[in-house]
Structures are given as structure tokens and as C-alpha cells.
Nanobody, 124 residues
Framework: QVQLVESGGGLVQAGGSLRLSCAASGRTFSRYTMGWFRQAPGKEREFVGGISWSEGSTYYTDSVTGRFTISRDNAKNATYLQMHSLKPEDTAVYYC?????????????????WGQGTQVTVSS
């Protein structure tokens, strides 16, 4: 079992930055690929990016590439989503998720554990 808790959301002006954190419980955190997803009102939950457990490789959806960075600290059982140059369209509830599958899946159904989400609101 892995329990995930996100933090760091808030209200920021367009062009600003935020850093989200995801704290995980469990001794085998280092064996889980971590994904970040977001869900805007009236829209489906979408993949933002992820970091593999095996090599620490990162992958991002096109709309955030170059603006968002995902990292992990296995010693602290944590993963982070650093967001720069935020846009109003980045407004959503952001979730971290964990999967033991190989690689960095982009589909919601591939992830076994989810946090409760943290709201990010970007004002124009």
C-alpha cells in the first residue's frame, strides 16, 4: 500500500511559479513510477508528466514541456512538480499517482494509488 498526500497548491498570477510536493508512505517508494495528473472543471483527468522509478527518466505532456519539471527524492519518499510560466489554462486540481508498472504510463487506469489532489489556480 502507498498513501500519497499532495501539497503546495494555491493561487498565482499568470507567469508565476509554484512547486507541488507529493509525500508518500511505504517502504518501497523507490520502486514506484510517479505520475502527475490534473483535472480542470468539466474535463477529464489528464497526464501532466511522470518520473520512472528505475532510471529517473521524466516525460511530460507537450503543453507543459519546458515549463514544468518533475523530480523525486527517494530518501524522503517524495516527488515534486516544479511549475514555471504558469498560464490560466494550467488551472486544475493536481494529483500525484503511483504505479509499479515499467516506464511512465500516461493513462489514468495504469496507476494504482492516488493522492487527494491540490488546487492550482492561475489568474490572468
Amino acid at each position: 500500500q502507498v498513501q500519497l498526500v499532495e501539497s503546495g497548491g494555491g493561487l498565482v498570477q499568470a507567469g508565476g511559479s509554484l512547486r507541488l510536493s507529493c509525500a508518500a508512505s511505504g517502504r518501497t517508494f523507490s520502486r514506484y513510477t510517479m505520475g502527475w495528473f490534473r483535472q480542470a472543471p468539466g474535463k477529464e483527468r489528464e497526464f501532466v508528466g511522470g518520473i520512472s522509478w528505475s532510471e529517473g527518466s521524466t516525460y511530460y505532456t507537450d503543453s507543459v514541456t519546458g515549463r514544468f519539471t518533475i523530480s523525486r527524492d527517494n530518501a524522503k519518499n517524495a516527488t515534486y512538480l516544479q511549475m514555471h510560466s504558469l498560464k490560466p489554462e494550467d488551472t486544475a486540481v493536481y494529483y500525484c499517482a503511483a504505479t509499479s508498472r515499467v516506464g511512465v504510463p500516461r493513462g489514468v487506469t495504469w496507476y494504482d494509488y492516488w493522492g487527494q489532489g491540490t488546487q492550482v489556480t492561475v489568474s490572468s
